[in-house]
């Protein structure tokens, strides 16, 4: 008898949190506030716009101080990188990248997880460690995907760009490659500390909070389809 009234209690049980979960009663995640998840989404795509602003008023004034701003209509594009990415100026790159990216990314990013939610560490998944199996399963699934990227790279080329496209992009990855050149510019141990931290280690922190902890998250719970959700932010 008590076997079966179990039962019974576990099956209204789950039609009854099914009922409340597809009429939007109750929130998927218990540290969610009272704010929609369209509210949300709001708040964090007006954060991110925000933070694309401040992080390009900041790159401008920082800029400021190597090249004259009253000649600045004057410089093409290629002028302007090339007074701009130069060794002298390899400290400020360094700065800006760490400060753009954090504005960018992370800053909007936390501040919609403090309005959101009750914990906003929690929610962004800054809390928990990683397993070893966890660590051990990233990477081979990062060994896996590299014959997938260079095979992904081969057919981009077949792909039938126009001339100028195709040296729009040229010229894009040539200044990326030389802004590379200047940050990771290392003359000493402390040097190349530095510039593997604002290279590689805090730009790709940052983003994985504002992608994953937070885009991601947030469209896991609303479409309650983790695998689209992870598929629409990739």
């Known amino acids: 008898r008590h076997k079966l009234y179990f ?25 969610t506030r009272k704010i929609s998840y369209l509210g949300q989404a709001g708040i964090l795509g007006g954060l991110i716009v925000g933070g694309l602003a401040v992080a390009a008023l900041v790159q401008f004034i920082g800029m400021s101080g ?18 701009l990415l130069v060794p002298e100026n390899a400290n400020l790159l360094r700065v800006l990248q760490f400060l753009s990216t954090l504005i960018m990314m992370f800053l909007p990013t936390y501040i919609y997880a403090k309005i959101c939610h009750a914990k906003p560490f929690v929610h962004l998944g800054l809390v928990k ?3 070893v199996p966890q660590l051990v399963m990233v990477i081979l699934i990062v060994l896996a995907c590299l014959p997938i990227i260079g095979a992904l790279q081969e057919a981009m080329k077949l792909i039938p760009f126009s001339k100028e496209t195709l040296a729009i992009f ?8 030389k802004q590379i050149l200047v ?52």
């Open 7 to 31: 039962f019974v209690f576990l099956c209204f049980r789950g039609k009854y949190l099914f009922l409340l979960q597809n009429y939007n009663i109750i929130m998927a995640h218990t540290a």
């Open 66 to 83: 190597t090249i004259n701003l009253a000649e600045l209509d004057k410089l093409d594009s290629k002028v302007f990188m090339d007074k």
């Open 129 to 131: 460690k990683p397993t």
């Open 170 to 177: 040229q010229k894009a990855e040539d200044d990326y490659f």
């Open 183 to 234: 940050i990771g510019k290392m003359n000493s141990f402390g040097e190349y500390v530095l510039s593997l931290a604002m290279i590689a280690l805090l730009p790709a922190i940052f983003e994985e909070v504002l992608f994953r902890g937070g885009i991601q998250n947030l469209l896991s719970r609303w479409t309650k389809i983790p695998t689209l959700s992870i598929c629409i932010t990739a």
